[in-house]
C-alpha cells in the first residue's frame, strides 16, 4: 500500500477558526488559477476557445479587477485611479502587450494588497457598498472564494482544451 499523499492546504485547515479556513480556501482557489496559466505562452492563453470573450488569460485579467474591486475598493476605500468602483467589473479584454507572466505578477501583486486590506479588518466588520448597503469581511470572503472557483472552474476547462492537461495541480 503506497503511503497517502501529504495533506492539501485546504486539508490542513480542517479544524482551524473561520477566519484561516476562508483565507486558505480564498489562496488555494488563487493558486489554482495561476496554476492553470503557468507553462502557457501569451498566444495560448489568449485564444477564445469558447463562444464568450473567456480566456485563460482575460480570467486572470477579470480576477485582478475582482480583487481591487471588492478587497481594494469596497473594503479599504482606495478605487484605483479613474475607475468608478459602482461598476461591476467585467474586463476580459487582454492588452495586446500583455505576457501571462505580466498578468500573473499583476495578479498576485493585487492579491497581496488584498491580503494587507483584509488583515486590517474583522470577519464582523462592515463597510459601506454602493450596491449593497454594507458588507462585511465574510461576506467579501465568501463572495471572492465563489468568483475565484467557479472561474478557476473555466480555467481547469479551457487549460484542458489548450493542451490537454488537467487535474488540480494542472
Not at 501529504?6 to 479556513?21: F, N, W
Not at 461576506?139 to 478557476?152: C, K, Q
Request: glycine share 8%; hydrophobic share 40%; proline share 6%.
Amino acid at each position: 500500500m503506497s503511503p497517502a499523499p501529504p495533506l492539501a492546504p485546504d486539508e490542513l485547515v480542517s479544524a482551524a477558526g473561520e477566519r484561516d479556513v476562508l483565507e486558505t480556501f480564498l489562496d488555494l482557489y488563487r493558486d489554482i488559477v495561476v496554476r492553470k496559466v503557468s507553462g502557457l505562452s501569451t498566444v495560448d492563453a489568449s485564444r477564445r476557445l469558447v463562444p464568450s470573450r473567456t480566456t485563460l488569460a482575460g480570467l486572470v485579467l477579470h480576477l485582478t479587477d475582482v480583487e481591487r474591486e471588492w478587497f481594494h475598493g469596497v473594503l479599504g476605500g482606495r478605487p484605483a485611479p479613474g475607475e468608478d468602483r459602482a461598476a461591476p467589473s467585467d474586463n476580459w479584454d487582454v492588452p495586446g502587450d500583455a505576457s501571462v507572466e505580466s498578468l500573473v505578477a499583476d495578479y498576485r501583486a493585487a492579491c497581496a494588497t488584498s491580503r494587507e486590506i483584509c488583515a486590517g479588518f474583522a470577519l464582523d466588520d462592515t463597510v459601506p457598498s454602493p450596491r449593497l448597503g454594507r458588507v462585511s469581511l465574510r461576506w467579501l470572503y465568501v463572495h471572492l472564494i465563489e468568483e475565484t472557483a467557479r472561474h478557476a472552474g473555466h480555467a481547469d476547462i479551457l487549460r484542458e482544451q489548450t493542451d490537454g492537461a488537467t487535474g488540480f495541480d494542472g
